[in-house]
């Protein structure tokens, strides 16, 4: 088995950035336990290296001509095992080691084909880099996975920089990199792209949330849009109030409006969504955003359908914490092989990771800096593994907010 290379650093000068990365992955390419030539290159860089992403992946490309596709996004926060760029400028990269008909990148200029639509390749997963501002993004996404054998999406939507930097995504092939008038290909804003890959390149991916459940699920009697109004047939404000155990006092709704901010909505299929008291990956965890007197209404930031349970929660950093060590120990032990090897002892078979994580985690929940990505690495191991902060965060077809989501490639 061999390891995927990564590099990363964090300095304000693009090439210096990619110097840096370059010296680290050539180390580790002359190493004989990491992979000698991978041919797919994953990119994550700070808004602020945006504007250079071309030059800068052409300096990449030139000093790696055996990687034939990059693909990536920009993004308000950078992740490499064990560090959390979420300020200033990063750069993070990892090669994956695969055949070249095992995967496909994908773009809204080359859209993946539905399964039989491409001879001899059949997406089975795919990763997933999304602009924010997409209306429209949960049918895409739905659409997507219907081009995928397992229906499995994992990725992130990212956002733009606080300075207006308009973020990028990255799908192109190197040849494109070089062609002459390359500037419209590969290197764009908005819509989705990102990487499928066949059955051959075996991966596990599962999700964090670090959400306590306030109670049971409540069903969504009646909703318009993004509004319920109605929950087990009473006003859903007045079993919002009751739930949190709050009273009005007059007109005075700020000690309303003050435990409505911590309260968040997890929207699942009926019955569904919660086991053992935590939540499950069908829970789509939704911000409250909004009270409504007059029609007893509670906002929430996204649309939601009457028939759905909608569980309220909150977010506490014990339960964050060990939910992602759980997370990490479950996708290590799955990839372990069933026997021991010949040693006597079974030897780890993940060659990388990649994790996505939400802005509202990271230091702010888990008790500092690099603490989310240190607690990860306690669980799964020192593994290569690179990520981004994500505005929000996709698994399956689902959009979540808050989440951690991990994807582990074995061998």
Same mark, same amino acid.
């Given at each position: ?22 010296? *680290?992955?050539?180390?580790?390419? $002359? ?12 990119? !994550? ?25 990059? $693909? ?5 926060? =950078? ?5 959390? !760029? ?11 080691? =695969? ?7 994908? @773009? ?22 999304? %602009? ?9 996404? !739905?659409?997507?996975?219907? #081009? ?40 764009? @804003? ?19 949330? %670090?959400?306590?459940?306030?109670? &049971? ?6 909703? #318009? ?13 007045? #079993? ?41 990956? &069908? ?6 955003? %909004? ?18 349970? =909608? ?8 339960? $964050?914490?060990?939910?992602?060590? *759980?997370?990490?120990? $479950? ?13 006597? &002892?079974?030897?780890? #078979?993940?060659? %990388?990771?990649? !994790?996505?994580?939400?802005?509202g985690r990271g230091g702010g929940l888990f008790g500092g800096p690099d603490a989310e990505l240190r607690t990860l690495r306690h669980a799964l191991g020192d593994v290569p593994l690179i990520g981004f902060v994500a505005e929000a965060e996709i698994m399956d077809a689902r959009l979540h907010r808050f989440a951690g989501v991990l994807t582990v490639f074995t061998a």
């Amino acid at each position: 088995m061999s390891l995927f290379p990564v590099g990363h650093a964090s300095h304000s000068d693009w090439r210096a950035a990619a110097d840096a990365v370059l010296l *680290q992955l050539r180390s580790q390419m $002359a190493d004989p336990g990491h992979a000698q030539r991978p041919r797919l290159g994953l990119v !994550y860089l700070s808004h602020a290296h945006a504007a250079h992403a071309r030059p800068l992946l052409q300096h990449l490309a030139r000093a790696l001509p055996h990687v034939a596709d990059w $693909a990536g996004c920009s993004a308000g926060g =950078v992740l490499a095992m064990p560090h959390e !760029y979420l300020s200033g400028s990063a750069l993070a990269v990892m090669l994956l080691d =695969v055949p070249a008909a095992h995967y496909r990148l994908y @773009s809204g200029l080359a859209p993946l084909h539905a399964p039989g639509g491409e001879a001899g390749f059949t997406a089975h997963s795919a990763l997933v880099h999304a %602009g924010g501002g997409q209306p429209e993004l949960a049918e895409l996404l !739905y659409e997507l996975s219907e #081009r995928t054998e397992s229906g499995l999406l994992f990725g992130g939507v990212g956002d733009d920089g606080d300075d207006g930097v308009e973020g990028v995504q990255i799908a192109c092939r190197t040849e494109d990199l070089h062609a002459q008038h390359a500037d419209a290909r590969g290197i764009f @804003s908005g819509g989705f792209s990102g990487v499928a890959f066949g059955a051959g390149v075996p991966c596990i991916t599962g999700m964090a949330q %670090g959400c306590v459940p306030l109670g &049971e699920g409540l069903e969504i009697t009646e909703a #318009r849009g993004a509004l319920v109004t109605g929950l087990n047939g009473d006003p859903a404000l007045q #079993r919002l109030l009751q739930l949190l155990g709050v009273e009005l006092e007059g007109s005075d709704w700020q000690p309303a409006l003050t435990t409505v901010r911590s309260t968040l909505a997890a929207i699942a299929p009926p019955g569904r969504g919660m086991a053992h008291g935590v939540l499950t990956e &069908e829970a789509q965890v939704l911000t409250l955003v %909004g009270l409504d007197p007059l029609r007893q209404g509670v906002a929430l930031s996204s649309a939601v359908e009457a028939g759905h349970s =909608v569980i309220f929660c909150r977010r506490q950093a014990q339960v $964050a914490r060990q939910e992602l060590l *759980q997370l990490g120990a $479950a996708l290590r032990d799955a990839a372990e092989p069933e026997e021991a090897a010949p040693e006597g &002892e079974a030897q780890p #078979r993940i060659r %990388g990771a990649i !994790y996505i994580s939400c802005r509202g985690r990271g230091g702010g929940l888990f008790g500092g800096p690099d603490a989310e990505l240190r607690t990860l690495r306690h669980a799964l191991g020192d593994v290569p593994l690179i990520g981004f902060v994500a505005e929000a965060e996709i698994m399956d077809a689902r959009l979540h907010r808050f989440a951690g989501v991990l994807t582990v490639f074995t061998a």
